[in-house]
């Protein structure tokens, strides 16, 4: 057990890594749009999508959840949440915050380690 947690402390979920692909997902997907609530489903679709396959193509040995929800910017705010029970030395979460004029972007990576 101990050499896999010292494996996981060199390499480990790096987030700042995560939180960079996503957000260059979104401002691909997003940037220089209005909000329209037609195009919510590909938007949403596309930065999950595009996101999932740049994690996947570092090569680390992880299971990827990505989430990704796109609301019209209000005076209401929007507020998410999330909890993990995981190992939290190889384990990992980023959340990565986007908005322009008209909507707001949250996406989530949750990274979850493959034991061999």
Known sequence: MEEYRRHFEEVGFNAEEAHNIVKDCIDEVL?????????????TASIVEQSLAHLVRLGKAYKYIVTCAIVQKSSYGFHT????????????????????????????????????
Not at 31 to 43: A, K, L, P, S, V
Not at 92 to 115: D, K, L, P, Y
């Open 31 to 43: 940037g220089g749009e209005d909000y329209d609530q037609d195009d919510i489903n590909q938007w």
């Open 81 to 116: 949440a999330s909890s993990c029970f995981w190992d939290t030395v190889a384990d990992g979460t980023c959340t990565v915050r986007w908005e322009n004029q008209t909507m707001n972007c949250i996406a989530s990576v949750f990274a979850i380690a493959i034991v061999l």
